[in-house]
């Protein structure tokens, strides 16, 4: 009898707590995040730090210059993310999870993507890391 009043007590305030529910879509209207160059020659990305909010919506460019063959590798955003969609050269790919992408030549890839948890989440190009090509998206 005792555990049945606790339990009453928690449903009781965990329905009197406001709710934190997003309304209509939020695959819509994606904000676009500044394009990540990658420049092959340098070893360097043009951004290295994204800001983010959980529950919105973004477009995340990356541009090769085609130097060389570079994996951009982001598993805890992506497995911390819902992504819509996967474009590569006008072609949509609706993934139902994402490790990472990969260059073999000159091109862009958008990944759109709505972050549902906060966190600070790494990225990197495999085997360039340590030499700088590394990032961090930070989600609030």
């Known amino acids: 009898m005792r555990l049945g009043r606790v339990g009453a007590a928690f449903a009781a ?16 209207q994606p904000e676009r995040l500044p394009d990540m160059e990658i420049d092959s020659a340098e070893l360097t990305l043009s951004v290295n730090q994204f800001e983010l909010e959980t529950g919105k919506y973004y477009r995340w460019r990356i541009v090769h210059d085609g130097g060389e063959e570079f994996q951009i590798v982001a598993p805890d955003l992506f497995r911390n993310s819902w992504v819509s969609q996967v474009v590569i050269e006008d072609l949509e790919v609706k993934p139902l999870g994402l490790h990472s992408v990969e260059f073999d030549d000159e091109g862009t890839i958008d990944i759109w993507f709505v972050p549902i948890r906060p966190g600070d989440f ?9 030499r ?8 609030r």
């Not at 305030?13 to 819509?28: D, R, V």
């Not at 790494?122 to 340590?130: Q, R, V």
């Not at 700088?132 to 989600?139: K, N």
């Open 13 to 28: 305030l965990f329905m009197s707590a406001t709710p934190l529910l997003a309304e209509g879509n939020l695959a819509s």
């Open 122 to 130: 790494d990225f990197w190009i495999e085997g360039y890391e340590n």
């Open 132 to 139: 700088g090509l590394a990032g961090t998206f930070v989600v």
